[in-house]
Nanobody
């Protein structure tokens, strides 16, 4: 069974870069047609999709966050990483990593996520 686990600092100062890692077990992140996503939920608000990295290494970003977001992967460690730069208190949220599957990126996003991590709270504060 696939398991995803987020890790990283729980507190980041304003203007710094938030960095989180998702470790995947039970399946390779390079296996065909899997898309590995970062999603966040600010307190009292809905889920916000941030971006994804495909099995091929291609990346996809939310237009609203694209200028500050970078997603990469470490295939030997079976991990993928989120970096969000120039954070403000508005970036305080529970951050989730999740998997989607589909023959194309658009199909995968249509079907949605099938496995999620438990989420990790990141607070942006001085």
């Amino acid at each position: 069974q696939v398991q995803l686990q987020e890790s990283g600092p729980g507190l980041v100062k304003p203007s710094q870069t938030l960095s989180l890692t998702c470790t995947v077990s039970g399946g390779s992140i390079t296996r065909n047609y899997y898309y590995w996503n970062w999603i966040r939920q600010p307190p009292g608000k809905g889920l916000e999709w941030m971006g994804a990295i495909a099995y091929s290494g291609s990346t996809y970003y939310s237009p609203s966050l694209q200028s500050r977001t970078s997603i990469s992967r470490d295939t030997p460690k079976n991990q993928f990483t989120l970096q969000l730069s120039s954070v403000t208190p508005e970036d305080t949220a529970v951050y989730y990593c999740a998997r989607a599957v589909g023959a194309t990126y658009y199909i995968a996003m249509t079907y949605g996520m099938d496995y999620w991590g438990k989420g990790t709270l990141v607070t942006v504060s001085s």
